[in-house]
């Protein structure tokens, strides 16, 4: 009965997505990097981090995911953006679990510019910050089914400007042995992001569903095979998928994916993957590789740490 229940809850927020993504415009999601190598080698796949990470996909995930600390950093844009993000998630009851993050990009380096004698020059330098804050809450509702919630603050500042705004999130993690399916709502409700001097930004509502399915491979190998796509009105679909394979699965797995993430303007930039975790002592260490179509950096190494307890 509660699962019936929880499914009409959901369909019934897509429902109120669809409306509110009419009206909504783009806004910069600091988490367009990705929030960890081990969710960018499988083509950025959202729901399927193991561990505290995975508060930035999919609330509703953080019941089966390990609890501990995720930190994550890497150099965007020709080393012109800096990136990181940190998680950390505990279960505080069998079947309830609880996390909070901040993912942060920033840049000292980006050129005001003017005109002099007919040419653009740079007048100065200036920061610009662009930060969120998250608290997440995912609980087993029954055997099959978890839901989730996340609420998010977002900082933003631009030379002398500053953004203000948050949103409420909702998740499902549908659990049936071999096939996971994850469904997930961003933004609800289009909220838009304050600014000090200038227009105010809305907040583009997103819907997602992401389906895995594991089997063995010739009886020596195990992998998850996922596919992947995220809905806006009036935005192009983004599709992703990706493989993780488990040669070693107490101490390593292996990752292989194609990834699509929104740039500025809302331009699709798309590429392949390639990512390891490392499985030491109560610790993962996951290393990606990333091909994108970005003009300005057209491969990227990414590397993060999870602490578990």
Not at 179 to 187: P, V, Y
């Amino acid at each position: 009965m509660l699962t019936k229940l929880a499914t009409l809850l959901w369909i019934s927020i897509l429902s109120l997505c669809v409306t509110q993504t009419a009206q909504a415009t783009v806004f910069r999601d600091v988490l367009e990097y990705g929030n960890n190598a081990s969710m960018i080698g499988i083509g950025k796949i959202e729901g399927f981090t193991p561990h505290a990470g995975v508060l930035f996909e999919n609330a509703a995930a953080l019941t089966h995911a390990q609890s501990g600390l995720s930190v994550f950093y890497i150099n965007a844009m020709d080393d012109r953006v800096t990136a990181m993000t940190g998680a950390i998630s505990h279960h505080i009851l069998p079947n309830v679990s609880v996390g909070f993050g901040v993912a942060r990009e920033s840049s000292g380096s980006l050129d005001l510019t003017g005109e002099e004698d007919g040419r653009a020059v740079s007048l100065e330098t200036f920061e610009y910050t662009n930060s969120a804050y998250v608290a997440g809450l995912g609980v087993d509702v029954s055997k099959i089914l978890s839901l989730g919630v996340i609420y998010t603050l977002y900082d933003k500042q631009i030379y002398t400007v500053r953004g203000q705004g948050s949103d409420l999130g909702f998740s499902a993690h549908f659990d049936f042995k071999d096939t996971d399916l994850l469904l997930n709502a961003k933004n609800i409700g289009g909220q838009p992001i304050h600014y000090s001097e200038g227009d105010d930004e809305t907040l583009f509502t997103e819907y997602g569903a992401t389906l895995g399915h594991s089997f063995a491979i010739l009886d020596a190998l195990s992998a998850t095979l996922m596919g992947q796509i995220k809905l806006s009105a009036g935005l192009p679909v983004l599709k992703n998928a990706g493989i993780r394979i488990y040669p070693f699965e107490k101490t390593l797995t292996i990752g292989l994916g194609y990834q699509e993430s929104r740039g500025l303007g809302s331009q699709i930039y798309g590429g392949l993957t390639f990512g390891i975790d490392l499985l030491l002592s109560g610790m993962t260490v996951s290393y990606a590789y990333q091909a994108t179509q970005y003009v300005a950096q057209d491969q990227a190494h990414h590397f993060s740490i999870f602490f578990g307890f």
